[in-house]
């Protein structure tokens, strides 16, 4: 299965104030990180930025590897790749610097950044960038470790394949032109600038390039930044969306940052793709309660693209500094009772949707909430109970047509008897599936046609009767359900009952069902020519007959052997039968509509056909002639 899980970090700002040792919050996150990791396998680790705090990477080499083989202990081989981007901490800055982004960044100096003066920048970050290649040395000799990554840069484009899936992780360095106070006095002056954005570009370009080449494509691509979109330049957010937005550019699926060192989820999409933007962060041990960061938070994704589905479990300390599950995002009781949140990884390409049948070429669209995919493993299971019931009543049927024969016919010779006897047992319970219809059996059921007729319409109407017996349970006390057969009656051309079955108590009078003239606008007709089940408040326009007792209902032309008739000069088809469900509740457009997703023309028809297979009656003469008598 293509799957897999990210623990996303940030905002560590890990610092010596425990005399040499890691803190008390490092190191209840790491002790709650071995217990959280524990049901997954294969991990990515990403860390947005803020390793440290002011750049003190000299200071605190030892406590950021001492945490780092500390993690390493704990993920064994679980762990398959770490991608690290720079925050607004990460880097060493002086005054002079400080003042010279202070003064060039509200010009269009920085956003329009040549690689000379990207490289100027770039100074402040080299103990940065020699301590997380120390810290990915801590990792490279894990054999599990899927093409260690060698840091030049702070920005840089990597592709793995994970499971069978190509991902793509977009390294952005939001950071560069931050100031040395950072905090608020960086909000939306960043700038993502115009070298950085082109080389990622670039690099992006040459990964998906690659795997076209191979017949391959991405997956999914990740973009990591320290910053969330909205400290950027208003201009300069535009611009990088514009590019994470269009897959033939940095075209990305999910971004995850940090800094502003809380949960947080944001959605940013066009017509063509979207964006899910995850945040977290630890935060300063030291922190006080008045700024809002005394509560530590870290992140578990899990990934499985096979069905497109990011559940993103949180966790965060409470006031004795223990971590627990963060409930602050969650929104119903099931995120709470599966301590996570569950969303689609993607949602540009058209939501999955469950069509609404129209006659016309233009069908609706139903997008299914939770309660829709409840209801529909419901119907489906109610479905199944219900073929299930019918083919049991078909074995019964088998059975009393030979008692019928048993007590009907004289059989003297006892030889010829069980000969003859055996030919309808094989017939009926044999393993030949062609069934080729020997000469005395087709005999002996023409003889019987009177009988096989009265058996088919009770085939019939327990149809009816077993769709109310196991619907019944969809409707409450007060609401009322109606299944039902038509049949088209030739000599006044219109389709008149044949059987209806109520949900309401069995001493209740039948509702009087109408016979439907024959006209260019007939549901039964256009469900004919649609071959498909249509429901009627979808299709309100092609019934000239509103209903009378019902609120909506769904009609179905069963397709089976010889189930169609012609008629008048020009030998118009007609089906000879139609079957219908009727509701009266609030629910009826949705129940309706699901029965007609889930094909229950295919049920009925196949229920019909599964009966002819056992029972050749003549199609044609129990239509057209039978009924007529009864």
């Known amino acids: 299965m293509r799957e897999f899980t990210i623990l996303h970090l940030s905002d560590l700002h890990i610092a010596d104030i425990n005399q040499g040792d890691l803190s008390m919050g490092i190191t209840r996150l790491i002790k709650d990180i071995e217990e959280q990791i524990k049901e997954f396998t294969e991990v990515v680790l990403i860390i947005s930025g803020d390793i440290v705090d002011k750049g003190m990477y000299i200071e605190n080499k030892n406590l950021v590897i001492k945490f780092f083989k500390k993690i390493k202990d704990l993920m064994k081989d679980k762990l398959i790749s770490i991608h690290i981007v720079p925050g607004n901490h990460d880097k060493k800055t002086n005054v002079y ?31 940065f960038i020699e301590m997380i290649n120390k810290i990915a040395e801590i990792f490279d000799n894990n054999d599990s470790i899927i093409n260690p990554i060698n840091y030049e840069e702070t920005f840089g484009v990597e592709c793995l394949n994970i499971n069978g899936a190509n991902i793509c992780f977009v390294r952005a360095n939001t950071a560069w032109c931050s100031s040395g106070k950072g905090g608020n006095t960086d909000k939306r002056k960043l700038s993502i600038g115009s070298y950085q954005l082109q080389e990622l570009n670039s690099k992006y370009q040459k990964v998906n390039n690659n795997l076209k080449n191979n017949d391959e494509e991405l997956d999914l691509s990740l973009f990591i930044s320290h910053h969330p979109l909205n400290w950027l330049k208003v201009e ?31 959605n940013f999409y066009n017509h063509e793709k979207s964006i899910f933007t995850l945040v977290t962060g630890i935060g300063k041990d030291n922190a006080s309660a008045d700024d809002g960061k005394d509560l530590h938070r870290y992140s578990i994704y899990n990934i499985n693209l096979d069905f497109n589905r990011l559940e993103i479990k949180m966790r965060q300390s409470n006031v004795a500094g223990e971590f627990k599950d963060d409930y602050t995002l969650y929104i119903s009781d099931d995120d709470i009772k599966n301590k996570s949140l569950v969303y689609p990884i993607k949602t540009s390409s058209r939501q999955a949707c469950i069509p609404i049948n129209s006659y016309s070429s233009i069908d609706d669209f139903m997008f299914p909430n939770s309660k829709t995919i409840e209801l529909i493993s419901q119907y489906s299971c109610l479905l199944n109970s219900w073929t299930d019931r019918i083919a049991l009543y078909r074995e019964m049927h088998k059975r009393n047509f030979l008692i019928q024969i048993e007590e009907t016919y004289d059989l003297d010779d006892v030889e010829n008897a069980y000969s003859f006897y055996k030919l309808l047992v094989d017939h009926f319970f044999g ?5 080729n219809m020997d000469k005395q059996l087709k005999e002996l059921f023409d003889k019987n046609e009177e009988y096989m007729y009265n058996d088919f319409d009770s085939y019939l109407r327990m149809i009816c009767d077993e769709f109310i017996n196991v619907f019944r349970q969809t409707i409450n006390n007060n609401e009322k359900m109606r299944a039902h057969f038509r049949y088209y009656d030739k000599k006044t051309e219109s389709y008149k009952k044949q059987c209806s079955v109520l949900s309401n108590d069995l001493n209740e009078p039948d509702l009087k069902m109408r016979d439907l003239k024959n006209s260019k606008t007939n549901l039964i007709l256009d469900a004919y020519k649609a071959k498909k089940s249509l429901v009627y408040s979808s299709n309100k326009e092609r019934n000239p007959l509103p209903p009378k ?33 009727s509701c009266c509740s609030s629910e009826d457009y949705k129940r309706l509509n699901l029965l007609s997703f889930l ?6 028809g196949q229920a019909i056909d599964n009966y002819l297979y056992y029972f050749p009656l003549d199609v044609k003469e129990y239509f057209e002639n039978y009924l007529h008598t009864i």
């Open 431 to 435: 393993e030949d599936e062609t069934k």
């Open 97 to 127: 610097d400080d003042e010279l982004i202070k003064s060039y960044r509200d010009t269009s100096e920085l956003t329009n950044i040549k690689k000379d003066s990207w490289d100027y920048h770039m100074m402040p970050y080299k103990i």
């Open 236 to 266: 300069e957010e535009d611009k990088l969306l514009v590019n994470l937005l269009n897959k033939d550019f940095l075209g990305s699926d999910i971004h995850v940052c940090g800094h502003i060192h809380k949960n947080s989820i944001t």
């Open 599 to 604: 094909k229950i023309e295919e049920i009925v």
């Open 549 to 581: 007792d019902w609120d909506d209902f769904i009609t179905v032309v069963p397709i089976f052997e010889n189930y169609e008739c012609s008629r008048g000069r020009g030998n118009q088809k007609r089906p000879y039968l139609s079957f219908g469900v």
